[in-house]
């Protein structure tokens, strides 16, 4: 049997899981993870992504609920249960194979059974005069999470890659919310002409001329200025911005998607490296809060299932 002085000098045991983000895909994993009396480290650094928003929408319970405030509520619950561990501090690299991870948090080195990456992605605003600033506040990524706000509202669409598959739908469906939509093409000259008659015939009228800058009033929009001069009235603009995926998760060398995307498993959320998964912005361009917190669970659920297995087989709970 071992002495007080063997326990005292033995290594700690593994996590079962490092998830990697704070977010609400973060600490939806680890709410349900400490629930199944998982042994959870949760790692949360740096800057929210939508640290220029001043509400999350579409949250059922918590619509209009500050970013921050969620977070803390989020923190909160899960000091309920004893196994779960939160950490400030960033994950800056991952070695070792499925079962055995080495996990580089901060100044120190955890082993993990799992790792689940709930990172979100890097947005690249756009070089655009006005951009940065009315980030989040007049400009937009997605409607459902800010355009009830400004219904009614003399809307535009400033898209960076005209042939977009996904350019019609969203432009289309801006109209649920005001009937004044402008589309911006930035002076891409490559929008379908059946794309440019389904836009007009829905009534969405098209700027072609390059957009040189956003004029504000405060953190207020008041219109979009052309090249040639022209100044088209708009108090609510979206956008989709590049992205990129963070440093870990590219050092990481996961597989993509053609938009960039990590790949995963439907049902699982294992990426191509066997141990690690995803959850969250990172995986989808469905990228809002409830669905991310969705994602979380699903993939806190299937780790736990996986994770019961492999120590069944080897003789452990």
Request: charged content about 20%; aromatic content about 4%; overall charge neutral.
């Amino acid at each position: 049997m071992p002495s007080d002085r063997d326990r005292d000098q033995a290594p700690p045991s593994p996590y079962d899981v490092v998830s990697v983000g704070g977010g609400p895909a973060g600490l939806a994993a680890a709410l349900a993870l400490g629930r199944a009396c998982r042994r959870v480290l949760v790692c949360d650094a740096g800057p929210r992504r939508n640290a220029a928003a001043a509400r999350v929408h579409n949250f059922v319970t918590r619509d209009g609920t500050p970013p921050d405030e969620l977070r803390a509520i989020g923190r909160a619950q899960l000091a309920a249960y004893p196994d779960v561990e939160v950490r400030d501090a960033p994950v800056l690299g991952v070695a070792g194979p499925r079962g055995a991870l080495q996990v580089t948090v901060g100044g120190d080195v955890v082993a993990a059974r799992r790792l689940l990456l709930c990172t979100g992605m890097v947005d690249e605003l756009l070089p655009l005069d006005g951009f940065r600033e009315l980030w989040g506040h007049a400009v937009f990524q997605c409607p459902y999470c800010h355009g009830w706000e400004a219904r009614g509202r003399r809307w535009g669409y400033l898209v960076h890659a005209a042939g977009a598959p996904h350019l019609v739908p969203f432009a289309i469906q801006l109209r649920a919310w005001t009937p004044d939509v402008v589309v911006f093409t930035h002076g891409d000259a490559a929008l379908p002409a059946e794309a440019r008659a389904r836009l007009e015939a829905a009534g969405v009228r098209l700027a072609a001329a390059p957009t040189v800058r956003l004029i504000a009033r405060g953190q207020g929009l008041e219109a979009v200025e052309l090249a040639d001069g022209t100044r088209v009235p708009c108090e609510a603009l979206f956008a989709h911005p590049p992205q990129q995926q963070t440093a870990l998760v590219r050092a990481l060398g996961l597989d993509l998607d053609d938009d960039g995307l990590v790949r995963t498993d439907p049902m699982s959320r294992e990426t191509s490296r066997p141990g690690i998964y995803a959850a969250g912005d990172l995986t989808t361009r469905m990228q809002a809060a409830l669905p991310a917190a969705a994602a979380g669970m699903q993939a806190a659920a299937a780790i736990n299932v996986d994770l019961a297995l492999e120590l069944a087989a080897a003789g452990a709970r």
